[in-house]
């Protein structure tokens, strides 16, 4: 049986709080940073500037990395789970990609083209949502945006700062700082 693929969003406060995205992509985790973190809602565009790849295994990761290394500071994660890659054929109109297989190849032609869309089945997050890259805004050349496509999970006003708890272990950020 071919797994599903999946997502991890930590919330990490390192130099600066922010919340790093990832997808399962070709065996790994793009990643992007989205400092005021996804939305669902519509209207808005969150910055999302890429980050270097992570290995699978560090979607599992909720801790505090120590001080002296790259990103000192805690971990957590505040959503997680499964998505299908989605192929848009006209504005507005996709198709959800349920085989892994021909999706995980839909999303890497995809980032390769700075498109990608794709249905999240998370435990805060849920429905359709884009990342495109940008022609450049300023001088930030590789820039992207987070944008949650309408559909039934769609929320006005949505905060991520709202849902400020674990998906894993209900643990806010200070929570996780202060076990360590």
């Known amino acids: 049986m071919v797994k599903p693929l999946v997502f991890v969003i930590q919330k990490h406060k390192a130099t600066s709080l922010h919340y790093d995205f ?12 989205i400092p005021k973190g ?8 969150r910055l999302a500037m890429p980050t270097t790849d ?9 801790g505090v990395l120590p001080r002296g290394e790259y990103g000192a ?3 957590m994660i505040w959503d997680e789970g499964t998505y299908n890659a989605e192929k848009e054929y006209e504005k507005g109109v996709r198709e959800e990609i349920s085989d892994p297989k021909l999706g995980d190849e839909v999303m890497q032609e995809g980032l390769k083209e700075g498109n990608l869309k ?21 001088n930030l050349k590789e820039a992207w945006l987070f944008i949650k496509h309408r559909d ?3 929320k006005k006003s949505y905060d991520a700062k709202d849902f400020d708890f674990s998906a894993r272990t209900n643990r806010s950020i200070a929570e ?3 076990s360590e």
């Open 22 to 33: 990832r997808l399962e992509i070709g065996g790994v985790m793009p990643s992007w940073s």
């Open 38 to 45: 996804p939305s669902l809602d519509p209207s808005v565009r």
């Open 54 to 62: 992570h290995a699978m295994e560090y979607r599992d990761f909720e």
């Open 73 to 75: 500071g805690p971990v």
């Open 118 to 138: 794709f249905r999240l089945y998370g435990k805060k997050l849920q429905g359709s949502f884009a990342l495109v890259q940008t022609k450049g805004m300023g």
């Open 152 to 154: 039934s999970f769609a």
């Open 176 to 178: 996780i700082q202060s």
